[in-house]
């Protein structure tokens, strides 16, 4: 059971209730605290997540659970933590205890540091510029070829930043600042 979920694309809204929906299969709820669920956040006012709270990730996965038989720590704006705070992370995601699912919530892969991605397990979203309520809940990688035909159509019908945001999300890495995607760009 023990592991790391990447969950990236789609929307804020979308990614968070994706956690939540596994966050209740563990039977917790996330809208209330709980002994064995931590949930980190930006704290208001700072534009990052640093070392110290991300270290309460480790101090959290340090005990057994308390109530249930696993511990869920959910990192709901991963692609806000410097790159000192996912450095810290590195050796709970590595080898997370045998109770403990961490759950990191962001934008785009390529966002966060490449040792971090390669230690979790990675679901990508359908990108909100392209998402509806039929759609935004998929794993983009499940979709049969007809949805796939179907997002393609959709695509067609969006401007130029959103199909960027929605290969960025797709692929895991900024393509406005890659040299190899300037061709996509012009």
Known sequence: MAGSILLSGGSKKTRWEQA???V????FSPKKEHPDLFILEREEGKKSIGIAEARK??????????????KVAVVKEANLLTDEAQASLLKILEEPPDFA??????????????????RCQRTGLVPAA???GELNSYNLFELTNEERFAL?????????????????GVLGFDC???????????
């Not at 990730?57 to 696993?70: M, N, Q, S, T, W």
């Not at 699912?101 to 390669?118: Q, R």
């Not at 393609?152 to 960025?168: R, T």
């Open 20 to 22: 939540a929906t596994l």
């Open 24 to 27: 209740k299969s563990y039977g």
């Open 57 to 70: 990730i480790g101090l959290f996965l340090r005990e057994k659970p308390y109530a249930k038989k696993v």
């Open 101 to 118: 699912l961490i759950v990191l919530l962001t934008d785009k892969e390529g966002s966060l540091l490449p040792t971090v991605v390669s």
């Open 130 to 132: 392209v998402s509806d």
């Open 152 to 168: 393609a159509a959709k695509l067609a019908q969006q401007d130029k930043a959103d199909i960027v945001d929605f290969v960025e």
């Open 176 to 186: 406005k600042n890659s040299a190899q995607t300037a061709f996509v760009l012009t």
